[in-house]
T-cell receptor, first 114, second 113 residues
Framework: NAGVTQTPKFQVLKTGQSMTLQCAQD?????MSWYRQDPGMGLRLIHY???????DQGEVPNGYNVSRSTTEDFPLRLLSAAPSQTSVYFC?????????????FGEGSWLTVV | DAKTTQPPSMDCAEGRAANLPCNHS???????VYWYRQIHSQGPQYIIH???NNETNEMASLIITEDRKSSTLILPHATLRDTAVYYC??????????????FGQGTILTVHP
């Protein structure tokens, strides 16, 4: 997986706590996004960004906030964690937000909310 | 985005070619077909993509029918490390769809010794 770094890899939260999942890429990619994957299911898009200062909602945005102050970083914030947010989270990036540009994924962040 | 249909599982003998089919009968003219795979719960790994023509890279070949309603991913010499879930995805080309990959259930490919 080309140059998309996610931290932390594992995290346990209590219900109501907040936290930020970090995502960084050093490839000068314009497009970045966050997905979640629940057990036995495919990935679902949470939020995405087509460039610094621009973000938009994906398929399942509720309970998550994002910002894109730099090209390199795209953090995902959980303001008040809920057990339903227990999942594996993947950050992804692409050179440009067009169909012919490949999207590359990070290794994932495992989040458990108890 | 066009929906894709894949068989839930397939088996392949090590060293043989693995041919993974995908139906995408509602694909639009400017939508690409992408293939990813996921090993255990690692991040999805890009394999190949195409629009109309057949494509080949160091990992695989992608054969797209002339009417673009179906495609086949070919792993020419499958190894045990190719055991994974393979996702066929049609990627939207317009509006807010261009960045979105819609993952279905995929095909679980098991490569046997």
């Amino acid at each position: 997986n080309a140059g998309v770094t996610q931290t932390p890899k594992f995290q346990v939260l209590k219900t109501g706590q907040s936290m930020t999942l970090q995502c960084a890429q050093d490839m000068n990619h314009e497009y970045m996004s966050w997905y979640r994957q629940d057990p036995g299911m495919g990935l679902r898009l949470i939020h995405y960004s087509v460039g610094a200062g621009i973000t938009d909602q994906g398929e399942v945005p509720n309970g998550y906030n994002v910002s894109r102050s730099t090209t390199e970083d795209f953090p995902l914030r959980l303001l008040s964690a809920a057990p339903s947010q227990t999942s594996v989270y993947f950050c992804a990036s692409s050179p440009r937000a067009s169909s012919g540009n490949t999207i590359y994924f990070g290794e994932g962040s495992w989040l458990t909310v108890v | 985005d066009a929906k894709t249909t894949q068989p839930p599982s397939m088996d392949c003998a090590e060293g043989r070619a693995a041919n993974l089919p995908c139906n995408h009968s509602t694909i639009s003219g400017n939508e690409y077909v992408y293939w990813y795979r996921q090993i255990h719960s690692q991040g999805p790994q890009y394999i190949i993509h195409g629009l109309k023509n057949n494509e080949t890279n160091e990992m695989a070949s992608l054969i797209i029918t002339e009417d673009r309603k179906s495609s086949t991913l070919i792993l020419p010499h499958a190894t045990l490390r190719d055991t994974a879930v393979y996702y066929c995805i049609v990627r939207g080309a317009g509006g807010t769809s261009y960045g979105k990959l819609t993952f279905g259930q995929g095909t679980i490919l098991t490569v046997h010794p």
